[in-house]
């Protein structure tokens, strides 16, 4: 077992949420980095955990090999205890959020009480928040929360002294099982991919110098790669491999049925891409290949159903599938192997997902094409809408296909 980080006296990080990307990724860069991370988190069994510790487990697995790390020096503060969180904000060297998107407005109180703290203490120093949420406008939204919680007065610093950064998640971190969690709270399994891109752009002030840390300008064009090529994929190998009965993501796309058609959606999203952005066609193939490796790792034991959950979010006009059809439209490609994933989303179901027993419930009231209309504005008279429908009639049917 490896130990990064060594006690001392260290510049603080904050991150918002000790989960899978919190502890799987951004503990280890900042620690890495001589800084002390203090997580935020509402999991009171963990936060005391890591606090008794001052240290936790990260399991790096890879294809080839599974090493284990201590990541310290680290703290955490009940993200329910405003008061205590606002001052660790005060005195941060940099502020990075992993909460999930849903809960961007649950963070931006205690974010925007610990900047008062800190400019009435006169803290000249500007503030960096790195948001590492998989939303496209998440720094935007965390902003205007930011600013609605702040007094009208004070509102104008934020844009000259706060940098609200957005960030490129591509390391796979499951979920931990209640077997590994019950085993070790604190333990996080994650690959070892170590890149985190950001925008060069928006940071406030100097760039903080952080491992795997890479920040890249204009940055839309590496937003838009992990968004339509990254996260359509892994969301098709959720729903298609639900449908197929499948409950890892490497077993979907170990099935060549699934494998052919997120293929094809990848192929489709490329050309887009390629497009939009002038991305070099070979590299960007490189890229996937090296991706669909990735998923291929069995010791991730990455399921379907963190791949799949949460379908009406990522049904939404502008997210991995439905905006990658659109790209790929605008383009003159025709979304044959998207509109399977799609169609695929629209049949998920899991009793444990909240946002897809939704969802069925609002199929079956009111039919797939109208769902697809109010959640993804695709009508079902168009071209996108034709094939997505044909695709869910004959998913539903179980049709030889």
């Known amino acids: 077992m490896t130990v990064s980080g060594k006690v001392s006296e260290r510049p603080t990080a904050v991150v918002f949420g000790a989960g899978s990307v919190g502890r799987g990724f951004l503990g280890q860069l900042f620690t890495e980095s001589g800084y002390q991370v203090v997580f935020v988190d509402v999991d009171a069994a963990l936060v005391a955990a890591l606090t008794s510790r001052a240290a936790y487990t990260l399991r790096l697995s890879g294809i080839d090999k599974t090493e284990d790390l201590v990541i310290a020096p680290v703290r955490a503060v009940d993200g329910r205890e405003t008061a205590a969180v606002a001052r660790e904000v005060a005195h941060a060297a940099l502020v990075a959020t992993a909460v999930g998107a849903r809960a961007l407005p649950a963070i931006a109180r205690p974010i925007a009480q610990g900047l008062l703290l800190r400019w009435q203490a006169s803290h000249a120093q ?41 960030a490129v998640i591509a390391r796979m971190a499951p979920v931990p099982t209640p077997e590994q969690r019950a085993a070790d709270i604190t333990l996080v399994v994650a690959e070892p991919y170590k890149v985190l891109p950001v925008s060069r752009d928006a ?20 937003t838009a790669r992990k968004l339509f090529i990254h996260n359509a994929a892994h969301a098709m190998l959720g729903y298609l491999g639900a449908y197929r009965g499948h409950r ?37 193939q490189e890229h996937i290949d090296y991706l669909l490796l990735r998923f291929s790792n069995r010791a991730l034991g990455d399921p379907v159903s963190r791949l799949a959950r949460d379908p009406l979010r990522k049904l939404a006009p502008n997210d991995r599938l439905v905006g990658a059809a659109r790209l790929a439209e605008r383009y003159g490609v025709e979304s044959q192997g998207l509109a399977w994933g799609i169609a695929g989303a629209l ?55």
């Open 126 to 166: 500007s503030l960096n928040i790195i948001v590492c949420e998989n939303l496209h406008d998440a720094p935007e939204q965390l902003s205007g929360f930011v600013v609605d919680a702040l007094p009208q007065a004070e509102r104008m610093q934020l844009t000259s002294r706060v940098g609200f950064v957005p």
């Open 203 to 222: 940071f406030v002030g100097e760039v903080p110098d952080v491992a795997g840390l890479f920040p890249v300008a204009p940055f839309e064009a590496y």
């Open 248 to 284: 890892y993501g490497y077993e979907a796309l170990d099935d060549a049925w699934v494998h052919r058609r997120v293929g094809q959606a990848l192929k489709e999203s490329s050309r887009a891409l390629v497009s939009a952005f002038g991305f070099e066609p070979v590299a960007l």
């Open 347 to 401: 049949t998920y179901s899991d009793p444990e997902d909240p946002h897809a027993v939704a969802m069925q419930a609002r199929v079956q009231a009111e039919g797939a094409a109208r769902v697809l209309s109010e959640v993804s504005g695709i009508s079902a008279g168009e071209d996108l809408g034709k094939l997505v429908l044909a695709h869910y009639e004959a998913l539903v049917s179980d049709r030889d296909f």
